[in-house]
């Protein structure tokens, strides 16, 4: 199997071609400053029940495609354009750390959204013991993060971004940081989380073996400026077990990433 190969067109193919198109980011490009050119053109559509992820290089504008979308940045040309207005207020958003509030439990810094809506601890205290439950972590409600381990942490963080029950979840290289076993571990229970709340997910990652294993689309960008170089269908039914990472099939996929990133990069090779 090539990259060629691999590469659909511009359109997700199969199962994702007949489900709704949630937004389309047409033409976008991101400024910062007078020249530092992040984003140029970048158009991608994502439809309901996708996982994405977005695969490259640092600095070719992954996370400025997340901010885009999340409305903390806007955009200097082009249109992100949404399908559904109630769509665009659901949003879930977990980043690269954690960022918890040090002297507040857990189940306090999984409150934070609902709290920021103005509702009681108590009228949220199911909905918060809900989201906990999602990520394994109903026991620690009362435990502050000091007492955590950094895969508990993120656990926390994503518990925080779920407990609005979003129809978006944006996440920014949540496991960047995370040693193998544990990156691995929470990936399965990413997996299993999102099939229990049919949400899209846009995942930010530089890891190839990562992008397979969790993504049924992989769009893969290349820097200066930033933007799409390739799309990769990776048609594998959900859940996918263990077995898949070992699978020839996974091999397969990821050598095709791989072929895409480098060439994305310039022909420079990449070990995932």
Known sequence: ?????????????????????????????????????????????????????????????????????????????GRIRWSDPAAQGSLGVVFQEPTLMPWAT??????????????????????????????????FARAYPRELSGGMKMRVSIARALVTRPRLILMDEPFAALDEITRFKLNNDLLVI???LGATVIFVTHSVFESVFLSDRIVVMAARPGRVHAELAVPEPYPRAEGFRTSPEYAAYTRAASEALAAAMGGVPHDG
């Open 106 to 139: 857990v189940a306090d810094n999984v409150w934070l959204p609902l709290r920021l809506r103005g509702r009681s601890r108590a009228d949220c205290a199911a909905e918060v013991g809900a989201a906990l439950e999602l990520v394994g972590l109903a026991a």
């Open 194 to 196: 999102r099939q229990k």
């Open 1 to 77: 199997m090539t990259a060629h190969e691999t590469r659909p067109s511009p359109a997700p193919a199969g199962e994702a071609a007949g489900r709704p198109l949630l937004l389309a980011m047409e033409g976008v490009g991101k400024i910062f400053g007078r020249d530092t050119v992040a984003l140029r053109g970048m158009t991608l559509e994502v439809r309901q029940g996708d996982f994405i992820s977005l695969l490259g290089p640092s600095g070719c504008g992954k996370s400025t495609a997340l901010r885009l979308i999340a409305e903390l940045i806007h955009p200097t040309s």
